[in-house]
């Protein structure tokens, strides 16, 4: 018996939703990224990037476990000397919710060349509205 590797010609896409606000930051990225890359799939072939498209919804609902609304920081810098700015989960959920959950599901990708295409499979609303209702998303419970 063969094994068998997928072609590129051969990858079938489902849209997904899931709600942010049903369970934490960690796990909800682990969900994620195991449908961005494909691998709940029979199909699964490290090399050929067939995975999912994916819809969170109520970003600005994100629930995290202990103090990480204070603790945790997320980091960014201009190039330039003294350009290092800081933020905090709270004040990135109150400007930006999209930047957490797509940072945290950047972590779990594999730091490869389909990482780009994979992440830009992933549309992150903040509300409960959302721009792909027909495509006919599966819910993730």
Do not use: C
């Not at 476990?65 to 003294?82: A, C, I, L």
């Not at 999209?98 to 992440?119: C, F, H, Q, S, Y």
């Amino acid at each position: 018996m063969k094994t068998y590797s997928q072609k590129g010609a051969e990858v079938k896409r489902e849209w997904w939703v899931i709600d942010a606000s049903t369970m934490p930051l960690g796990k909800l990225a682990v969900v994620i990224a195991d449908k961005l890359m494909g691998k709940s799939k029979v199909t699964y072939t490290p090399h050929i990037d067939n995975g999912d498209y994916v819809v969170v919804i109520n970003a600005k609902d994100l629930v995290v476990t202990g103090n990480k609304m204070v603790e945790k920081k997320y980091y960014h810098h201009s190039g330039f000397p003294g350009g290092m700015r800081e933020l905090k989960l709270e004040e990135v959920l109150e400007k930006k919710p999209e930047l957490a959950i797509t940072e945290a599901v950047k972590g779990m990708l594999p730091k490869n060349k389909l990482a780009a295409d994979r992440l830009a499979r992933l549309r992150v609303f903040a509300g409960s509205e959302h721009a792909h209702a027909a495509q006919n998303p599966k819910e993730i419970k």
